[in-house]
């Protein structure tokens, strides 16, 4: 069992920056790919993001892509998601996820096998 910690996120106003962090754990591999999704209550959880944790680039949600940014701290063993110009539609609650699959099967959230706790991102107007 891989046990995901997630930290940041918050309060932000429209316009403003959240970063958003998850712990790798000692267990994770190289053909895993962790990815980001955010969950409005009552609704499923939507793709935001993910990233192979061999490195490279990230991928993206059309919705997000030119206002975040994924990518892999390997010194703090950390992957985040850097989110900028913010906007109301941004508020919900994140999670990043492992996944064993490729990209494709990466972009839905039943792939995954392990989260993290989730993180409140809200952004006023």
């Known amino acids: 069992q891989l046990q995901l910690v997630q930290s940041g996120g918050g309060l932000s106003q429209a316009g403003g920056s959240l970063t958003l962090s998850c712990e790798l754990p000692?267990?994770?591999?190289?053909?895993?790919?962790m990815g980001w999704f955010r969950q409005v209550s009552g609704n499923d959880r939507v793709y935001v993001a993910s990233i192979a944790l061999s490195g490279g680039v990230g991928h993206y949600a059309d919705s997000v892509k030119d206002r975040v940014s994924i990518s892999i701290d390997n010194a703090k063993r950390t992957v985040n998601l850097q989110m900028t110009s913010l906007k109301p539609e941004d508020t919900a609650r994140y999670y990043c996820?492992?996944?064993?699959?490729?990209?494709?099967?990466?972009?839905?959230?039943?792939?995954?096998?392990?989260w993290g706790q989730g993180t409140q991102v809200t952004v006023s107007s």
């Open positions: 996820g492992i996944t064993l699959g490729p990209l494709v099967s990466a972009l839905n959230w039943k792939t995954y096998t392990y």
């Open positions: 000692e267990r994770t591999h190289r053909q895993h790919r």
